[in-house]
Structure formats: C-alpha cells, structure tokens
T-cell receptor, first 112, second 116 residues
Framework: SQQGEEDPQALSIQEGENATMNCSYKTSINNLQWYRQNSGRGLVHLILIRSNEREKHSGRLRVTLDTSKKSSSLLITASRAADTASYFCATVSSSNTGKLIFGQGTTLQVKP | GAVVSQHPSWVICKSGTSVKIECRSLDFQATTMFWYRQFPKQSLMLMATSNEGSKATYEQGVEKDKFLINHASLTLSTLTVTSAHPEDSSFYIC????????????FGDGTRLSIL
C-alpha cells in the first residue's frame, strides 16, 4: 500500500531556478529515500536520509526530514534541463522488512 | 556498480499467452529482489518480494498463481505473468537490494507489457 503524498504533482521551472518537492508519510520510519525516474525507465536512487538525521546534501541536492511532521523535502538547486524527470520519495518503516513504500511522485519539467 | 538488468524491455502478445520477465543483478549478489507494477503517470506498487531459495512474499491483492515469481539464484529473479489478459498490460519494474533491509534498491529499466 502506498502511504506517501507528494506535492506538487507537477512542477515546471526555467533552467537555473531551484526546484522544491515535498513528501509526507504516515507511519514511523527507519529512513526515507528519494528516487528519480526518467520517462519509461527504471528508478535511480538519489539520496537516503535516516530518521535521526534532519538534513543531508549530495551535490545539487538537499534533503530535509522532519519526523515530528512526518515530512521531507527535496531541493534541487541550479536546475538543468537534464533534471527533467519524475521524483519519488520512498519510506522504509520501522516495522517492516525493508520494503519501500513510494509516494505519488512529482513530475519536474526544466525548460532550457 | 550495482547494475540491474531487466529483459525484455517491451513485450506485445496475444491474450492468453504467458510472459516471462527476467531480472538480473549483474555485478552483485542479491538475496532479495522486488517486483513492482506501475500504471501510466502513477507511482510504483509493490507486487512481491522475491527471496533467493524460498517462496516469494506477495502483497495483498496480488494473485500468486497469476504472477509466478522464481528466485533460483543470487543474481536472477523471474516474473511470469500467466495467461495474460489486456488488464495485465502495464509497466513492470524489478529491483534488487545490495545490503541489508532498508538500504537503497537498484532498479532495472522496466518491461512494458502490452496484451492484445
């Protein structure tokens, strides 16, 4: 079952601008992961943030986690046309066997 | 590293045909693989967890006799859609986990299945 809600569902920005995507979840988690999916392809892991972490960086990506609000955000700075893709958050709950529960995803379009 | 290969990438076949999809971890051993289904413009729905050497664990609502999963080695899991019908048309994606539970999964490029 899916538990994540993401917003916005779709986002269109100009190259060079920042893109922020938000994810909310319902149960307590072990960690939260962000993935990217290019159209018609599989998913690529971007970043993992543990439940005891509040912020993590990787290149142009910045992820925050607020476990009190059960929410996370993904910020892509200085976006490029090649960042155009769908972005999904996925949670690993504290109680399951490591299954990923995916959010609905945000479709990002970066215009050159 | 951590490459997962999924084959075939595209299948078109007649109703009633059984279709086998392969998922291989090319450069690592995966004791656990996962099979997902994705409808257009929607998220991934976990169908089953495939464990090497044991029976797969299916999610609620997924028919195990319809979607046969075999994980006979540490590098290969197969999903067979038996007697496929048009409603089985979808994008099927596999993934493999390199480490322990909770670690990132590595995904294949998916198989687009179209049943006529």
């Amino acid at each position: 079952s899916q538990q994540g809600e993401e917003d916005p569902q779709a986002l269109s920005i100009q190259e060079g601008e920042n893109a922020t995507m938000n994810c909310s979840y319902k149960t307590s988690i072990n960690n939260l992961q962000w993935y990217r999916q290019n159209s018609g392809r599989g998913l690529v892991h971007l970043i993992l943030i543990r439940s005891n972490e509040r912020e993590k960086h990787s290149g142009r990506l910045r992820v925050t986690l607020d476990t009190s609000k059960k929410s996370s955000s993904l910020l892509i700075t200085a976006s490029r046309a090649a960042d155009t893709a769908s972005y999904f958050c996925a949670t690993v709950s504290s109680s399951n066997t490591g299954k990923l529960i995916f959010g609905q995803g945000t479709t990002l379009q970066v215009k050159p | 590293g951590a490459v997962v290969s999924q084959h075939p990438s595209w299948v078109i076949c007649k109703s009633g045909t059984s279709v086998k999809i392969e998922c291989r971890s090319l450069d690592f051993q995966a004791t656990t693989m996962f099979w997902y289904r994705q409808f257009p413009k929607q998220s991934l729905m976990l169908m089953a967890t495939s464990n090497e050497g044991s029976k797969a664990t299916y999610e609620q609502g997924v028919e195990k006799d319809k979607f046969l999963i075999n994980h006979a080695s540490l590098t290969l899991s197969t999903l067979t859609v038996t007697s496929a019908h048009p409603e089985d048309s979808s994008f099927y994606i596999c993934s493999a986990r390199l480490g322990v539970a909770g670690q990132p999964q590595h995904f294949g490029d998916g198989t687009r299945l179209s049943i006529l």
